[in-house]
């Protein structure tokens, strides 16, 4: 195939790419923001997908983030595909920050304030709940006992908490993201229709002096007869 890899990669450089993509965390930045851009869609759509990107990183939906925010660009009628890109504003540099202070403003709203939960121990707790529940729904066709203490001790301890404090620094960057990000588009979109009318000018401009030089030769031709 065209665009296999020509050295196919173990699992392990799969894992790390995962975590730490080739070439760093700030060309991927990059080459996100470059695709957004390039987006045939008029601005203010794109914009709104990046909002809902944005906004749906700061929930506790592992696993889901891709599809709620296309969901929510889809009912903000903004770009789905700018939503799902967006959704990388949470990532493992990131994720620390959001993880840790969601959880601290959640329990707060709540009133049931706990001391800061470490993020490396809020991702075990989501991978532990996930294997927790694919255990029990297996366990409804092998007959085992379900066991959901655990999973309600984490819903109110932890997901709960996460949900409803990422909510208010979820809008406030997402907000943020959306006004910083539509002049940039716009700009950029206008730039490339810029860069094509010149071209096409040049093109023009290349093709009526060989209409003129082809003219001139034919002249040239009739006037020697």
């Known amino acids: 195939m ?13 894992l790390k790419a995962l975590v730490y993509p080739q070439g760093g ?23 709104r997908g990046i909002f809902a990107g944005v906004f749906i990183s700061f929930t506790p939906l592992f696993g889901l983030h ?16 700018a ?41 075990s707790a989501f991978a532990n709940a996930g294997g927790e529940i694919w255990s029990n729904l297996l366990a409804t066709f092998t007959g085992d006992p379900a066991q959901w203490g655990q999973l309600r001790h ?25 006004y910083v990000s539509l002049p940039v588009i716009l700009g950029y979109q206008k730039m ?7 071209r096409a000018e040049k093109l023009r401009e ?4 060989r209409l003129r030089a082809r003219q001139s030769a034919d002249d040239g031709a009739s006037g020697g007869n």
């Open 2 to 14: 065209v665009f296999r890899r020509r050295n196919k990669r173990s699992w392990p450089e799969r």
């Open 25 to 47: 965390w700030l060309r991927a930045g990059q080459y996100v923001w470059h695709r957004l851009s390039r987006l045939p869609d008029p601005p203010h759509r794109i914009a």
């Open 66 to 81: 891709f599809f709620a925010s296309a969901l929510l660009a889809f009912l903000m009628r903004g770009n789905m595909i």
């Open 83 to 123: 939503a799902i890109f967006a959704t990388f504003f949470g990532n493992p540099i990131t994720f620390p920050i959001i993880a840790v202070s969601s959880v601290q403003l959640g329990h707060w709203f709540l009133g049931t304030g706990v001391d800061a939960v470490p993020a490396r121990l809020i991702l």
């Open 154 to 178: 984490f819903y109110y301890g932890l997901f709960k908490p996460y949900l409803i404090g990422g909510l208010l620094p979820g809008l406030i960057a997402a907000t943020i993201c959306y």
């Open 192 to 198: 490339r229709q810029k860069k094509r009318r010149d």
């Open 206 to 209: 290349r093709a009526a002096a």
